[in-house]
């Protein structure tokens, strides 16, 4: 008994291939959801959109048709509300490139931000210069009036006016209280100061490098300390201010205003200084 012989199977496509349209297509899913995620550039969307419609289209290259009354070209106008489908990404897009090309125009606000917050800053700063000079003419003008003008020396910065009184005259060597012969001139700066009430007021003790060791004074920034509380307790007594404005703070040897290597210079570096703060740095 003869068998028949069993057809042949169908041919089918290799099995490469089917595993390489898979790829393809999990790679067209990645790029439609990375184009998705992206900003949207008019221009550049128009040029991918020509260029599949080139790769695609059933009319050679340059072709033309007309659909619902639109002319069809070079894959152009085939979606003619592209908007619908990404929203205002395109207008964004449009408008960041024509207002702000390459962040030119947010760079120089910036920029001219700065700009007015410096001239702002250089603005008060030559206020508050002028309105120190003013005080210090007046405070000239007021010592010359009390007859302490060659007890205190006058100057002046864009933060306050400084009064520097000689610490020889306050005080005896190694000891903080002010002389009797001195309180007299305390009196009349605290009457100078009175037309200031508005300012801070910060009195400042300095001494010369000498190193000093007392049983009531450790050191030499101990002993401006207390000479500069001391000053800023007379102030408080015979002046109208009030005293929580008034600052006191020793500073020793650190700031010197001449050489400690002469008795000249060491003597100009025992001081007391007070400072009047103008409008614009009386507030702490």
């Known amino acids: 008994m003869a068998f028949k012989k069993k057809p042949d199977p169908p041919k089918s496509f290799p099995l490469w291939q089917s595993t390489f349209s898979d790829l393809m297509n999990l790679l067209l899913c990645f ?48 979606l003619p509300d592209i908007a619908d489908y990404f929203g205002d990404s395109l ?73 520097t009184l000689n610490g020889a005259f306050l005080f005896n060597t190694g000891e903080s209280e002010v002389k009797k012969g001195a309180r007299p001139i305390i009196k009349k700066v605290s009457l100078l100061l009175n037309s200031y009430n508005n300012s801070l007021i910060e009195v400042e003790g300095y001494t010369d ?14 002993l401006s300390m207390y000479r500069a509380l001391n000053v800023a307790n007379d102030i408080r007594k015979y002046s109208k201010l009030d005293p929580a404005k008034i600052y006191s703070s020793g500073r020793g040897e650190y700031n010197p205003v001449a050489s400690n290597k002469t008795p000249e210079g060491r003597a100009r570096n025992r ?8 409008s614009y740095n009386s507030k702490r």
């Open 271 to 278: 001081r007391v200084e007070i400072k009047i703060y103008n």
């Open 91 to 163: 207008s964004k897009a449009a408008n960041d490139k024509g207002n702000n090309p390459n962040g030119a125009d947010s760079a120089s606000a910036d920029a001219s931000e700065d700009q007015g917050s410096r001239s702002a800053e250089k603005e008060v700063e030559k206020k508050a210069l002028l309105e120190s000079e003013k005080m210090a003419e007046n405070v000239t003008k007021e010592a010359k009036r009390y007859g302490i003008q060659n007890r205190i020396q006058v100057d002046f910065n864009g933060q306050y006016v400084r009064l």
């Open 31 to 78: 790029f439609v959801l990375l184009f998705s995620m992206s900003t949207i550039q008019q221009d550049k969307l128009e040029q991918v959109a020509a260029s599949i419609s080139n790769a695609f289209s059933i009319m050679p290259s340059g072709g033309a048709t007309v659909s619902n009354g639109k002319l069809v070209s070079a894959g152009i106008s085939q």
């Open 209 to 222: 490098n000498v190193p000093i060791h007392s049983a009531k004074y450790e050191d030499n920034n101990v």
